[in-house]
């Protein structure tokens, strides 16, 4: 029986299962934790979730990553919304992120956490960067909303305070997609001028989100870059944001800044009448110093006896002259010392001296090598005699002298024996004064010669 089969290519299987997973998950929440999470040059971050018992890999595109408020990092425990698709080529299932929140914390605020414990590590917080306000502001730049009740509170307050006071505004939203840029931009404006005293940005107070925008970082930088201090007014007295940790100073309220920047006139006023108090009795306490100082020197006695000076100083040259006389007397007597002690010193070793010294031991020495050359001359002729009788007694020739002789064969071989030489050889016989050249008629083997 002939049964037929329904083969799939591994693109039709990859393509009916990502059917059925994207029709079954199109949206599904995914709770675990992060790891390996990775932003790679496109923006696209890929990360993989994990629980216990199993991990499914993930992908969060970079469109969507505006959307996310705090900064996802391993180990963070969050909340995953998205769909389930088949990537195919790698034949694998990702759970492609909408949104991501962590778990047990709100998003906006474990952002918060993250960007304060940040800017906190790079030094942004340290009170010693920070800069005091100056006491007299000639024009106060506010970054706020024109139409919100924090400039009208401000307005009311600084009016009250010091009516004219120059203000300028720098309008931006204060909440929502687009605050934090238009409240950066506000700040670089007002630097921009160039004769800001000092600026106030804020708003009035509200929830978190409603806040958010001060909790930018972008909002931060711009803070810490301005050219003149920075009061944050932002949210009521118990409100707290990032623009309040990063600023120069922070108020609880708007209106709490605008009484910070602004004195009292009254007070200015005072300040000012109590500083000419001052500064008049400091001018005449210095006159009355002067004078007593001035009717002291008239009567000092360089100006009632101005010769008085000229007769101390001829007295000290006199005193100096005749100090330096005896100081140069002194002098010379111990240069005089020292050259006759060098003469001295010359005198002995002086090339004179030397010489006769050098002759002294030449002598000394030709004298010791005579006496020496003597004794070994005889010491040797004594040895040398005693060597020539020795050799003597030794001698083949002493022996001829006795007598005896020497026969040698032709070749020059000494005959020890009658059986070297038979007869009819030619020998030669050595006396000791003389030689024999002789044929040998007979030989004997035995010996015969006569004892002596």
Known sequence: MNTARTVLTVAQLSER???????????????????????????????TLKDENAQIRSVLFRNRTRRIRFEPKDGLHVMAFGS??????RGEY?????????????????????????????????????????????????????????IRDMLRVIGRRFAGLRIVLAPARVQGDGAAAEIT????????????????????????????????????????ASKVPVISAVGHEVDFTIADFVADLRAPTPSAAAEMVVRE??????????????????????????????????????????????????????????????????????AAHRVELLTAG?????????????????????????SDGHRLLSAASHRFASAVGRLQSLSPLGVLARGYSLTRLPGGDVVHHAGQAPPGTLVSITLDQGT????????????DRPEI
Request: net charge positive; charged share 35%.
């Open 17 to 47: 299962l990502r059917t059925v997973l994207e029709e079954r998950f199109p949206a599904v929440w995914v709770e675990g934790e992060i790891s390996n999470f990775k932003v790679y040059g496109s923006g696209h971050a890929y990360f």
């Open 84 to 89: 389930v698709e088949v990537y195919a080529q």
């Open 94 to 150: 990702q759970l492609v992120v909408e949104l991501l929140e962590p778990r047990g914390l709100g998003a906006l605020q474990l952002a918060f956490e993250q960007l304060k414990a940040r800017l906190e590590a790079e030094g942004l917080f340290d009170t010693r960067r920070k800069r005091p306000l100056p006491r007299f502001p000639r024009k106060i730049g506010i970054v706020t909303s024109p139409s919100g009740a924090a």
């Open 185 to 224: 931009q506000g700040l670089a404006d007002l630097n921009a001028l160039g004769d800001v005293d000092v600026i106030i940005v804020g708003r009035g107070g509200g929830s978190l989100e409603d806040l958010w925008a001060f909790n930018e970082e972008v909002v931060a930088r711009a803070i810490v």
């Open 265 to 334: 006139k009254q007070a200015v006023r005072e300040a000012v009448a109590d500083l000419g108090a001052r500064l008049e009795r400091a001018v005449t306490r210095r006159l009355e110093r002067d004078t007593r100082h001035v009717t002291s020197l008239a009567a000092r006695r360089v100006l009632t006896d101005p010769a008085r000076p000229l007769r101390d100083h001829e007295r000290r040259v006199d005193d100096a002259a005749a100090r330096l006389r005896r100081a140069m007397h002194a002098r010379f007597r111990d």
């Open 346 to 370: 010359l005198r002995r070793g002086g090339p004179a001296a030397r010489l006769a010294s050098q002759r002294r031991q030449f002598e000394h020495v030709e004298e010791r090598l005579r």
């Open 436 to 447: 024999l050249d002789a044929r040998v008629e007979a030989a004997r083997e035995q010996d």
